[in-house]
């Protein structure tokens, strides 16, 4: 089943999420939905608050649905180490038609719960590691906005006010 995808103006998105101390066949049902509702959104990842569960979970795919190793739960994740600095351009499912470049570490290791409640580690570099660190945000309910600097942030917001005013947003 599809899931609405909010955007930004939602105050679930600047929420932190609670931590997941359940993982039963709703929550398992749920993760499943997310995997179809991001490949749908043509999205790399997708963090619970995105579909208003504001809780610490995030599923990434960084091949689009193209290779099923690619496919990571991410269950109250931590960024247990980080290394290096790349600017890419990135964009978000919550902030649609809205892309420019963005700092981040170049490589990340990441220690999360599966969905058989067991702790995994693993590295990733490149677009993953974009995309770990972006969703991971989204569970601390910070959105990358926030890396901007304040004139282009309100450059930004702008952009956001007239796409809210021609009904763009929604
Ligand atoms: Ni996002």
Redesign the pocket.
């Given at each position: 089943m599809k899931l609405d995808i909010v955007k930004y103006g939602d105050p679930v998105l600047q929420k932190e999420g609670e931590e997941i101390t359940n993982i039963d066949g709703q929550l398992t049902e749920f993760i499943s939905n997310m995997f179809e509702t991001m490949y749908e959104a043509k999205g790399v990842?997708l963090?619970a608050p995105?579909v208003s569960l504001s809780k610490k979970l995030f599923v990434m795919d960084v091949s689009a649905g193209k290779d099923s190793k690619e496919r990571i739960v991410c269950i109250n994740p931590q960024i247990v180490d980080s290394k290096g600095k790349v600017v890419s351009e990135e964009g978000?499912?919550?902030?649609p038609g809205i892309y420019f470049e963005v700092e981040r570490p170049e490589v990340v290791t990441v220690q999360a719960i599966d969905l058989n409640g067991k702790e995994f580690t693993f590295e990733v570099d490149g677009l993953a590691a974009r995309c770990v660190l972006?969703?991971k945000d989204?569970i601390d309910g910070k959105?990358?906005i926030e890396y901007l600097n304040p004139l282009k942030r309100d450059l930004i917001k702008r952009k956001i006010k007239k796409k809210i005013k021609l009904g763009d947003w929604e």
């Open positions: 990842g963090a995105q978000c499912l919550s902030f972006h969703e989204h959105v990358f």
